[in-house]
């Protein structure tokens, strides 16, 4: 059902990966004819559990979080951002676990149905007893958010949607967003966190902000 090692790579229509660390585990699949990553957490501790973006194939991801009684309680489903591809699954999954629904206000009018919590940069989610740090990204959508989490025994975890993959940062249409979306992704991640930073993106594959840091400049010239 899923990867012994997880490499941060997974097939679209493949099986999901697994990352154990030592307060939570981190599952990654990819759905949906757009290769969308959907991001399962669940607290080892409490066995309650947070899913960032149900972009689509909800049987999929109700497969990820299992069937039988031991099987976590979905408690939240996150969205990234108000592009359809990250929220083909939303209604169907929150209504068949009663997850509570949680977007930035500034992308929330676009979603199928209303998030439950409207969080804003600086912010705090729980699953179980573990924190996720909201980090507003502005220039992808206007609502486009970030999710860190900082493991106590280890390196942190930050889920970029589509605002920061291996390569630059997220399309933008105009060069203002694309100057919005550089400045906080420079400011507000590579300016805050750490090289060992593992990045959880959208779609494809993870990175590291190490891989990505010499970059920046680059990526800045080029307006893209």
Same mark, same amino acid.
């Given at each position: 059902?899923?990867?012994?090692n997880y ?7 493949? %099986?999901?990966?697994? @990352?154990?660390? %030592? ?6 699949? *990819? ?6 990553? =959907?991001?399962?957490?669940? /607290?080892?501790?409490?066995?309650? =559990? ?11 991801? #109700? ?5 039988? %009684?031991? @099987? ?21 999954? =929150? ?8 977007? $930035?206000?500034?992308?929330? *009018?676009?979603?199928?149905i209303p ?14 007893? /573990?924190?996720? &740090? ?15 989490? @900082?493991?106590? #025994? ?8 589509? *605002? ?6 997220? @399309? ?6 694309? #100057? *919005? ?20 993106p959208g $779609? ?6 190490? =891989? ?8 800045? &010239?080029?307006?893209?």
């Open positions: 059902m899923w990867q012994v490499t941060g790579h997974v097939e679209p229509g493949g %099986p999901a990966a697994v @990352r154990a660390l %030592p307060e939570l585990t981190i599952t990654k699949l *990819s759905v949906g004819p757009m290769d969308n990553n =959907a991001y399962l957490l669940v /607290c080892l501790r409490t066995n309650e =559990a947070l899913l960032i973006d149900a972009a689509n194939d909800p049987e999929r991801i #109700s497969d990820v979080i299992g069937h039988g %009684p031991d @099987r976590p309680a979905l408690r939240t489903v996150v969205t990234t951002h108000q592009h359809g591809d990250h929220w083909q699954a939303l209604g169907a999954v =929150a209504g068949a676990n009663g997850a509570n629904t949680a977007a $930035h206000p500034l992308d929330a *009018s676009v979603l199928p998030p439950d919590f409207l969080v804003e940069h600086g912010d705090t989610l729980k699953v179980g007893e /573990c924190d996720l &740090e909201i980090i507003h990204l502005r220039g992808h959508t206007p609502g486009s958010i970030a999710l860190l989490y @900082r493991d106590p #025994s280890g390196t942190p975890h930050l889920f970029t949607g589509d *605002s920061l993959f291996p390569g630059g940062v997220g @399309r933008t249409t105009n060069p203002e967003d694309f #100057s *919005s979306l550089i400045g906080d992704v420079t400011e507000r991640i590579f300016g805050v966190l750490p090289d060992e930073t593992w990045v959880y $779609h494809g594959d993870d990175t590291t902000l190490g =891989a990505e840091r010499p970059h920046l400049d680059e990526w800045r &010239e080029r307006g893209w």
